[in-house]
């Protein structure tokens, strides 16, 4: 029941922006916390970015301060990640979900590459 489908994922040089979108579907949306993941060849899947349920409070890896920015409009049951000044090191497949259930879709990957 509970999908996301995660889009705007791309290859783009490094210094670049892109901004990811999910659509999420099969719970309550806007009563939930949720969370962007990536994961990269060879590692661990790793949290990027927290935001509360109301868009109110966010949390977000230290790598990725200053340079990405989670959001969300409760009322398109969608959330974004603008990501600016990227790097070779953000390459990975990026993923949404909510935390407490770790459900997960295909994710959109993210290449940054000159």
């Known amino acids: 029941q509970v999908q996301f489908v995660e889009s705007g994922g791309g290859l783009v040089q490094p210094g670049g922006s892109l901004r990811l979108s999910c659509a999420a579907s099969?719970?309550?949306?806007?009563?939930?916390?949720l969370s962007w993941y990536r994961q990269a060849p060879g590692k661990e899947r790793e949290l990027v970015a927290t935001?509360?349920?109301?868009?109110?409070?966010?949390i977000y890896l230290e790598s990725v301060k200053g340079r990405f920015a989670i959001s969300r409009d409760n009322a398109k049951n969608t959330m974004y990640l603008q990501m600016n000044s990227l790097k070779p090191e953000d390459t990975a497949v990026y993923y949404c979900t909510v935390p407490r259930f770790l459900s997960w879709g295909q994710g959109t990957q993210v290449t940054v590459s000159s």
């Open positions: 935001i509360d349920s109301a868009g109110a409070s966010t």
């Open positions: 099969g719970f309550t949306f806007s009563r939930y916390v």
